[in-house]
């Protein structure tokens, strides 16, 4: 396979995808210390989807060229906590998110499935590039993951919130 056969690939609705990912390289050059940038040090992503290069002026920043990640070099972290103590906890049931879990059939029981079906899912759509930037600021960047659930033989899609983090790790931020 040629190097350029390997960068391009056809996603599920045959449209050619490019596949070359990067790891955000920060580099701070004398008194220039921009938290945002150090936020975005050895994080990994899609090259055509990545955090604005540079972010400012002076931004030394760089780009490594890294291999598509895949599920042994990547990790997604999804607390159980997110499940137990927000989105089935009664102090947020005001939201209406509980109500929307509860009309798939979950309850607060189902919350360690659902921390694992998030932590599967989310890790394969990162590796395959299947993620939306969100809010980049000094604490990271975010970045928006599709979980989907099979109920009545429709599909339910949940648009979660995650943080990039360095060498291919994504934190749950919100499930919905
Ligand atoms: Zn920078």
Redesign the pocket.
């Known amino acids: 396979m040629s190097i350029f056969e390997e960068l391009i690939k056809l996603d599920e609705t045959g449209n050619i995808r490019f596949t070359r990912w990067i790891e955000w390289r920060?580099r701070s050059i004398g008194l220039i210390h921009?938290s945002t940038?150090v936020a975005l040090d050895k994080c990994w992503f899609l090259d055509m989807k990545k955090p604005k290069h540079?972010?400012?002026n002076n931004?030394?920043?760089y780009m490594v060229q890294i291999p598509t990640p895949n599920c042994d070099n990547t990790k997604a972290e999804c607390p159980l906590d997110k499940f137990t103590g927000y989105i089935f906890a009664d102090k947020y049931s005001w939201n209406g998110k509980r109500k929307l879990y509860e009309t798939l059939g979950f309850t607060i029981e189902d919350a360690t499935y659902l921390k694992k079906e998030y932590e599967h899912q989310a890790q394969a759509e990162y590796c395959k590039g299947n993620y939306q930037l969100g809010k980049l600021d000094s604490r990271g960047q975010r970045i928006n993951i599709d979980i989907k659930f099979m109920r009545n033989n429709r599909q339910i899609v949940f648009t979660s919130g995650w943080m990039v983090r360095a060498k291919g790790l994504i934190t749950n931020n919100t499930p919905l």
């Open positions: 920060h921009c940038c540079p972010q400012h931004c030394h920043c």
